[in-house]
């Protein structure tokens, strides 16, 4: 399968995280922000920001004499005994904060072995999660979640998917002909959420945005009921805006 790369805000934070954290992990005595800015070559006020990020996560911690060193949660996520389970409990704090962010429920998900699955959801009584009437697995053409994932590879791996899925009409909305599918894909820019607008499922509306780390090809999404969809793109962009801790959960 071959992925079509297009690095997004998100996925550079995560990277400059990453490059902190490293850094970070290296000086066992502590470093402090003023030799971290050095050796990462990164501004204050963008170290700051990181820096921020990285406590809230507990990945780092900053001793007595203000030095930082790696956190309890890094080692819980490097480790090989319950790496997994530290790895879930890490993305669905996530999520709940997310969830709690955007005003809807929100959902992690991967494209595996050719195949969508939704891995992880925060939702809550007020906001719930859509109701999955057709297999997510078979409705990637009308779901924000399938068309972002379907947006990451390239066009024959595309073909291959929707070959192996018939495109059926879910709603009025949604969209049966290959050729419009992929012509709207290959238009789809990845700094913009992919949106779904009653395609899948009448009274929801559904945003989502690439996650990809490495070769995994992944995306967070949220829905809400048709009456918020006036909420819809700034709640997507907030979700956007909001991705480099999950991101970089997965990456380290």
């Known amino acids: ?32 922000d003023t030799e971290l800015a050095r050796a990462t070559g990164l501004g204050t006020e963008r170290l700051t920001t990181l820096l921020r990020m990285l406590r809230r996560e507990g990945y780092v911690e900053q001793i007595t004499d203000g030095a930082y060193v790696t956190g309890t949660a890094l080692g819980r996520l490097t ?50 999660a859509v109701n999955e009437w057709v297999d ?3 409705s990637a053409h009308a779901s924000a979640i399938g068309k972002s994932l379907l947006g990451q590879l390239d066009v024959n791996a595309r073909r291959d998917h929707l070959a192996r899925h018939k495109m059926a009409r879910l709603t009025s909305r949604t969209i049966t002909s290959e050729r419009v599918l992929l012509s709207r894909l290959d238009a789809q820019a990845a700094s913009v959420p992919v949106l779904d607008l009653q395609e899948y499922a009448v009274g929801t509306v559904c945003a989502a945005v690439p996650i990809t780390a490495g070769s ?14 006036h909420r819809l793109r700034a709640a997507a962009d907030t979700l956007n805006r909001g991705a480099a801790p999950v991101l970089l959960s997965l990456a380290i």
């Not at 997004?8 to 995280?17: F, G, K, L, R």
């Not at 955007?102 to 072995?113: E, P, Q």
């Open 1 to 32: 399968m071959a992925l079509k790369h297009e690095p997004t805000a998100p996925y550079h934070s995560a990277q400059d995280a990453l490059r902190v954290l490293e850094t970070v992990a290296r000086q066992t005595g502590g470093i402090t």
């Open 136 to 138: 997510f697995r078979r």
């Open 216 to 229: 995994a090809v992944g995306c967070l999404a949220l829905s809400l009921p048709v009456a918020h969809a």
């Open 79 to 128: 480790s090989a005994h319950g790496r997994h389970q530290a790895l879930r409990e890490q993305v669905q704090r996530n999520l709940d904060r997310l969830r709690d962010s955007v005003g809807a429920a929100v959902y992690i998900s991967r494209y595996v072995d050719g195949e969508v699955h939704v891995t992880q959801c925060a939702d809550s009584p007020s906001t719930p």
